[in-house]
């Protein structure tokens, strides 16, 4: 093993010196592949079963110490809303409030969540969006932990006892993410990111945390204020960014979490070029004081994209990332 790493250990040296990608030009195919990392790669991989293992599956002594409320901002999302809340009230975890926070969805999504019955609390009505949605539905939330699950995503089995036993064991921590898994509209499992641990410089200059894996403490959400409802596209760059201002403590914990749904309506395809550009835009400035090129977003992001030369190597192991 000592004798592999060595070339890598050496890569990594050089490419931390340098402030270009030019180097990344000359390198075997394999190495080029891992430089531009599957941070921002959905489909990587023809369909295949998500296969859990057993032991991410919570003990029978797990601790259930701590309360979660969780909010799923939704609208007209009839064909994924059933699984992803299924994937959320299938964690068996006992001290849950799960608020499902509708626009007024005029296809058949309250139907379907009707058929949960009392295990969740579903409000439908006219709101100001995504960002609203999560504010109201959070807005009363005495819980421990807080986060928010799109309607198309879902969480992997086990999720909420993993980052529960985490947050009991780490008090000085207050944000949470983890790995991702990437879907497609069958359920099928169609590429993975695999996370480096978490840089505070490196977030200033692009979102590569997942969402749907992101869990935080009440407290910090208090301090910054919710989301902002005036971000449609970026609101969970934005609350990132200021939830590190706040003095947040965050950690990338080693495990897939969450699973995010590829599909041709979902708003991250539909509005990267417009709504998204503008809204990145706004970070950038309140984060640089201006809007780098995305060349120059690349070149200072390579200290990170080396950290992620390791994660081939992870994905391979798969569920055993690290």
């Not at 971000?231 to 590190?244: H, P, S, T, V, Y």
């Amino acid at each position: 093993m000592a004798t592999r790493d060595k070339p890598i250990n050496g890569l990594m040296r050089s490419l931390l010196k340098t402030r270009s990608l030019d180097l990344a030009v000359r390198l075997p195919s394999q190495l080029k592949d891992s430089l531009l990392p599957r941070l921002w790669r959905l489909r990587q991989y023809e369909p295949r079963p998500i296969a859990v293992p057993a032991w991410y599956l919570p003990a029978g002594n797990a601790t259930t110490s701590l309360h979660f409320a969780l909010a799923t901002p939704s609208f007209n999302q009839g064909r994924f809303i059933g699984r992803t809340v299924r994937s959320v009230l299938d964690q068996a975890y006992p001290k849950l409030d799960y608020v499902i926070q509708d626009g007024g969805s005029h296809d058949n999504t309250l139907a379907v969540l009707h058929e949960f019955g009392d295990r969740i609390v579903v409000r439908s009505g006219p709101d100001g969006g995504q960002a609203d949605a999560v504010n109201r539905a959070l807005a009363h939330a005495a819980a421990d932990i807080m986060a928010y699950l799109n309607s198309d995503d879902i969480l992997l089995p086990g999720t909420l006892h993993y980052v529960a036993d985490f947050f009991a064991r780490h008090p000085g921590v207050d944000v949470v993410y983890g790995h991702r898994i990437v879907i497609d509209e069958e359920d099928r499992e169609i590429g993975r990111w695999i996370l480096p641990p978490h840089s505070n410089i490196a977030i200033s200059w692009a979102d590569w945390i997942p969402q749907e894996t992101l869990f935080w403490r009440r407290a910090i959400w208090e301090k910054v204020g919710g989301v902002d409802p005036s971000f449609a596209f970026a609101l969970d760059w934005d609350l990132i960014i200021r939830f590190r201002e706040a003095g947040a403590r965050f950690a990338r914990l080693p495990r897939f979490l969450g699973a995010f749904r590829v599909h041709d309506k979902q708003k991250t395809i539909q509005e990267i070029g417009s709504t998204g550009d503008r809204e990145m835009g706004r970070v950038w400035r309140r984060c640089l004081g201006y809007v780098p090129s995305k060349q120059e977003v690349t070149n200072r992001l390579i200290p990170y994209y080396v950290k992620h030369l390791v994660c081939p190597y992870g994905f391979q192991l798969g569920w055993l990332a690290y």
